[in-house]
């Protein structure tokens, strides 16, 4: 029997369901609850984040919906044929991925968006589960370290073989290939540590590497 990608009931920590309880009553028409993947389950391309925001995918219940990393992500994927609009609002808005899908490394909300390496390590059997069986010439791009690292843990690989860095390369497995960037975050594209060109030269990648262009 294949494993759980997911479980919307999840409460395997503390930490992280005392935290989502206290934003239900604060942000009652929130959806503060485990967010699912979005996309369909023979995409060839996973884009794995790193947790849902406050008032992001927290909020709407849809991967780096609502919130600013969504700005520059799903326009990407967009100018690049991976969804068939740039905007991302809310999960009835219409938007529709191509041959993509989006997860997360943690389904739950953390506090100051920022999950133990507990929780990270707690959630991992899910994105195994998700990664257990990839598409011939899959494509995982990784938004961040700690999305890269649980990548890497997730299909049980050393992670002193595969090190982190913007625009890093690494086989994965017989025809898959993980991609890292920097994540989208406010923080980074404020700062100009990731650009608008940094991140669509990784999806480009991607893009080519799908159509067939392994080299």
Not at 62 to 68: A, N, S, V
Not at 80 to 104: E, K, P, W
Not at 171 to 188: E, K, W
């Amino acid at each position: 029997m294949e494993a759980a990608w997911f479980d919307p009931d999840c409460a395997r920590c503390a930490r992280l369901s005392a935290h989502l309880a206290a934003v239900r009553r604060l942000h009652p028409h929130h959806h503060a609850r485990p967010v699912p993947p979005f996309g369909g389950r023979d995409a060839r391309l996973i884009v794995v984040g790193l947790a849902p925001g406050l008032h992001g995918a927290n909020a709407t219940g849809r991967p780096f919906t609502g919130d600013h990393a969504g700005i520059l992500l799903y326009a990407t994927l967009h100018a690049l044929g991976f969804s068939n609009r740039a905007h991302a609002h809310a999960v009835n808005d219409g938007l529709v991925l191509h041959d993509c899908r989006i997860t997360n490394a943690v389904k739950c909300l953390p506090p100051a968006n920022k999950p133990t390496a507990a929780e990270v390590a707690t959630c991992n059997e899910y994105l195994a589960a998700e990664l257990a069986n990839l598409p011939a010439g899959a494509v995982i791009v990784a938004l961040g370290r700690i999305a890269h690292a649980a990548v890497v843990g997730a299909r049980r690989l050393r992670a002193r073989d595969f090190p982190f860095a913007h625009g890093a390369e690494h086989s994965i497995a017989p025809g898959a290939r993980l991609l890292d960037s920097y994540h989208c975050s406010r923080y980074n594209t404020q700062t100009g540590r990731l650009t608008a060109p940094m991140f669509a030269a990784v999806f480009a990648r991607a893009r080519a590497l799908l159509d067939g262009a392994f080299a």
